[in-house]
């Protein structure tokens, strides 16, 4: 019952619009990110290493400042111009910039940043210039944490300056929880585990004792669903993740439950039960009781997903023969299905922005990961290899993670993103194997 059997891809065509231009760039006048035909062109900016405002910061302020360029130059929207080719050096944080040595080594863009550690307490200091403007991109900003957190601050800088020039909202700032793997392909030892975006900061969550498949993070990131095969059959568990404590959500005798996702509410779980070899998809409240049929089909129903606005239900089925992707009330009722390319379309997930339905495609012994606008219209495949599937999308809705496992008898599966141009696809560094990705919502 692995939903991995059903993969099928679509590119979406990524309109950059004005607004996704952004108002930082009608602010700034020349600082604007140049979109023709998909094809981007990064935008040049300087990020001198932050100011180490004590001696108990100097480490940090310089992996600080080398985290925020990692974000931004991985974004594919920017580059970084070379440390080695700037004019200035940033010594004090509020000392005036000078913009000319910047304009001349056409930097764009230009961050600076200071730090301070006070005890366990890091301080980091914020400030964004439009180079050719001559003047500031928004007010200065100030971030406070742990210095065990020292990665989310440099983040949070990142998202900032990322979501001013382009004006889509930030994403650095998130998790990612996946499915650990090691052994050989056939006898493969699976675990959950939590990282940060990029990859860094892996927790394991569960034991390789058994099987776990699909997890899901809440709507406040703070829980995760997932199937679990350590009764020898699938059940759906809820698992806190502060706590790492965890109970089962069903288990229900002569049935399986999988694919567990829930309602934007965070209290809905919606589901996939299968019962005298007929999967039909359920809801059910988070802290139990009755639960809900929505379909009632002898087709195979399963990976639904919801709108952001919780009104409706995307799932995949085989009713009309082959599997492909339907749209119903999220109160149940008559699905509609909106692919009808050729191949066959599964696990569908709903953009957080509401504009795009990712999946996955298989057709002509391809897997794809692609895109349609909700109505299924404007299909576009983004990526094409042996098998990809499983995608998840980041919180501004501008980027998608999937599981890729290369062909052969030791094939392996790992996590990779891709952007909704389809230009800017890379891996995500997990120390092994790791397939079933999904994106959390930004850290509070």
Do not use: C
């Not at 080594?105 to 403007?133: P, W």
């Not at 062909?407 to 079933?436: C, E, H, M, Q």
Request: glycine fraction near 10%; avoid cysteine.
């Amino acid at each position: 019952m692995k939903m991995r059997a059903i993969a099928r891809g679509l590119i979406l065509a990524l309109t950059l619009s004005p607004v996704m231009m952004g108002t930082g760039f009608a602010q700034s006048g020349p600082l604007r990110i140049e979109v023709t035909d998909g094809v981007i062109e990064p935008l040049p900016i300087a990020v001198p290493s932050f100011v180490a405002e004590n001696a108990a910061a100097k480490n940090l302020a310089e992996e600080i400042s080398r985290v925020v360029v990692s974000d931004l130059v991985g974004s594919g929207l920017f580059r970084e111009v070379p440390r080695e080719a700037h004019i200035a050096n940033v010594t004090n944080f509020d000392a005036a910039v000078r913009y000319a040595d910047w304009k001349a080594i056409n930097a764009q863009g230009l961050v600076t940043g200071a730090v301070s550690v006070q005890g366990k307490r890091v301080i980091v200091k914020f400030r964004l210039f439009d180079v050719f403007s001559d003047k500031p991109l928004g007010d200065g900003l100030q971030f406070a944490g742990s210095t065990d957190a020292w990665r989310r601050m440099a983040h949070k800088v990142a998202d900032a300056a990322y979501s001013r020039i382009t004006g889509e909202g930030p994403y650095f700032d998130s998790r990612v929880v996946f499915v650990s793997e090691a052994g050989p392909k056939g006898q493969r030892q699976k675990r959950l585990a939590v990282m940060d975006y990029d990859g860094a900061n892996v927790q394991y969550l569960t034991d390789s004792t058994s099987i776990v498949l699909g997890p899901r993070f809440s709507p406040t990131g703070d829980r995760v669903l997932y199937t679990s095969y350590e009764t020898g059959s699938p059940r759906i568990y809820a698992l806190d993740v502060a706590s790492v404590s965890r109970r089962v959500l069903d288990s229900q005798a002569a049935t399986l439950s999988f694919s567990p996702r829930f309602a934007p509410d965070g209290d809905t779980v919606v589901f996939s039960r299968s019962q005298n070899g007929n999967s039909d998809i359920y809801t059910m409240s988070v802290r139990g009781g009755a639960q809900k049929r929505l379909t009632s089909s002898p087709a195979i129903d399963t990976g639904p997903s919801y709108s952001p606005d919780g009104k409706q239900i995307v799932f995949e089925s085989d009713r009309s023969g082959n599997q492909q992707i339907y749209v119903m009330p999220a109160g149940g009722g008559e699905p509609k299905r909106i692919s009808f390319g050729a191949g066959r379309y599964g696990t569908p997930v709903w953009s957080p922005r509401g504009d795009y339905i990712a999946f996955t495609k298989q057709n002509k012994g391809r897997f794809h990961i692609g895109v349609m606008r909700t109505d299924g219209s404007e299909e576009r495949l983004l990526t094409s290899s042996f098998l990809d599937e499983g995608p998840t999308w980041a919180p501004n809705g501008r980027v998608i993670m999937f599981m890729r496992e290369t062909s052969g008898a030791n094939g392996t599966s790992s996590l990779y993103s891709v952007d909704l141009t389809g230009r800017n696809l890379k891996r995500v560094p997990t120390p092994l194997g790791a397939s079933d990705p999904a994106w959390s919502p930004l850290q509070k």
